[in-house]
T-cell receptor, first 107, second 114 residues
């Protein structure tokens, strides 16, 4: 089983749509969880950390379910500029990346 | 805003040659990492470095790889004898701590082995 699994997509959605990404991780000892965003041929950049209580940052909401070892990201009111690859990242000291889910928002 | 800087942005080298990829982490950060991303694939962990020594390394980080922090600011990755399959984007990252702290990534060095 992969350490961090994501649906690779692509997810093609119209502007204004709501889209949800899911991620599962295999190591229950994982300590911290993040969503990073990666634009084509660029470095990963932190989108948000993920907490068990759930957290929201504007149009973005992240949830963590430790019992199910499951992480989610919800993007509301999608913008063209949201088009990117979204990386689920788990920290066990080092950061372990999922394969990423590609999002394409069209007009 | 402080940032991680990497040089060069692109390096082309012949198979069998040695390359050194350079990184300047953010100045008050304590943990340093190298990752690589082969085109179209996921970001893969290579090595972590703390307190002037390697704290963890992956199976990819074999004897042809080494890291150094020679002068307290630069953090280098050396590949001794490059292979075609070493062609990838190499990212350096740094953080203030482990746990729930953000890792900041450099813009990467694209290594092409011909």
């Amino acid at each position: 089983r992969k350490e961090v699994e994501q649906d690779p997509g692509p997810f093609n959605v119209p502007e204004g749509a709501t889209v949800a990404f899911n991620c599962t991780y295999s190591n229950s000892a994982s300590q911290s969880f993040f969503w990073y965003r990666q634009d084509c041929r660029k470095e990963p950049k932190l989108l948000m950390s993920v907490y068990s209580s759930g957290n929201e940052d504007g149009r973005f909401t992240a949830q963590l379910n430790r019992a199910s070892q499951y992480i989610s990201l919800l993007i509301r009111d999608s913008k063209l500029s949201d088009s990117a690859t979204y990386l689920c990242v788990v920290s066990q000291g080092k950061l372990i990346f999922g394969t990423g889910t590609r999002l394409q928002v069209f007009p | 805003e402080p940032e991680v800087t990497q040089t060069p942005s692109h390096q082309v080298t012949q198979m069998g040659q040695e390359v050194i990829l350079r990184c300047v982490p953010i100045s008050n950060h304590l943990y340093f990492y190298w990752y690589r991303q082969i085109l179209g694939q996921k970001v893969e962990f290579l090595v972590s470095f703390y307190n002037n020594e390697i704290s963890e390394k992956s199976e990819i980080f074999d004897d042809q790889f080494s890291v150094e922090r020679p002068d307290g600011s630069n953090f280098t990755l050396k590949i001794r004898s490059t292979k075609l399959e070493d062609s990838a984007m190499y990212f350096c990252a740094s953080r203030t701590g482990r746990g729930n702290t953000e890792a900041f990534f450099g813009q990467g060095t694209r290594l092409t082995v011909v």
